[in-house]
């Protein structure tokens, strides 16, 4: 009877201490083992190499950024020259003013600008035609900081489009005034005077081809224009 308790606690304790040796070893593997799991797309990103600043900043700049800047860059420097047409053509205009070698004592024979309408209307026109390139500067200028900007291109090509209209047609005019004082008109008798009054004739000659010059410089500044907005 004693032999048999015996040998009942003696199995009792044996199947304890393999089902405690069991579960250890079973916290153990589980310890060991790891579990690769897949990484998320936000480790990715934390995990993934920075670009250098400026490598990242090429890469998402559009391909033909810099062709519009220099664009713009040309823009700028065309209106600078455009101003100093305009501005050439009309203080010219203003200062055309000459008398005849003839003059007597009692008679003055004066050639001014402001006898003639025509050359009123020119320096009239060109004038503010100057002072409309002077405003657009800052846009330009928005331009070359903003290649990209499709707004201040298109407001000064519309705009640009209007003083070359008007630059040519007072430079038009003129030149049809100056033709007729250096050469004339038999048809009706009208007899050249620039012979007599040389000076003026100089002065309205030089305005006219300042204005004209202004026009095509005018007419180069919008084919750039459209050229920069035709490749957004």
């Not at 015996?6 to 790891?34: A, D, Q, V, W």
């Not at 934390?46 to 391909?63: Q, V, Y």
């Not at 002072?131 to 519309?158: E, N």
Request: net charge positive; aromatic share 10%; charged share 15%.
């Amino acid at each position: 009877m004693l032999l048999s308790s015996f040998n009942s606690h003696l199995f009792h304790c044996s199947f304890y201490f393999l089902k405690t040796k069991s579960l250890m070893e079973t916290n153990k593997t589980m310890r060991e083992t790891t579990i690769n799991l897949p990484e998320t797309k936000a480790e990715a990103k934390e995990k993934a190499p920075l670009l250098n600043s400026s490598k990242a900043i090429a890469i998402l700049e559009p391909p033909n950024r810099g062709t519009k800047k220099g664009i713009a860059i040309g823009d700028f420097v065309l209106r600078l020259c455009t101003i100093g047409a305009t501005l050439g053509a009309t203080v010219t205009m203003g200062n055309a003013d000459a008398v005849a070698p003839f003059t007597t004592r009692f008679l003055r024979f004066e050639a001014q600008f402001n006898d003639i309408p025509t050359f009123v209307f020119f320096m009239v026109a060109n004038g503010i035609v100057t002072g409309y390139l002077f405003l657009s500067l800052p846009f330009s200028t928005i331009c070359i900081v903003r290649p990209l900007a499709k707004a201040p291109r298109i407001l000064l090509v519309i705009f640009d489009t209007a003083m070359t209209g008007l630059t040519l047609a007072s430079a038009s005019a003129v030149a049809s005034i100056v033709y007729l004082a250096h050469n004339g008109n038999p048809n009706t008798n009208w007899l050249p005077f620039c012979q007599q009054f040389g000076d003026f004739c100089s002065s309205t000659s030089g305005a006219m081809v300042g204005s004209l010059l202004a026009g095509t410089l005018f007419m180069t500044i919008i084919i750039l224009s459209a050229f920069a907005l035709k490749r957004n």
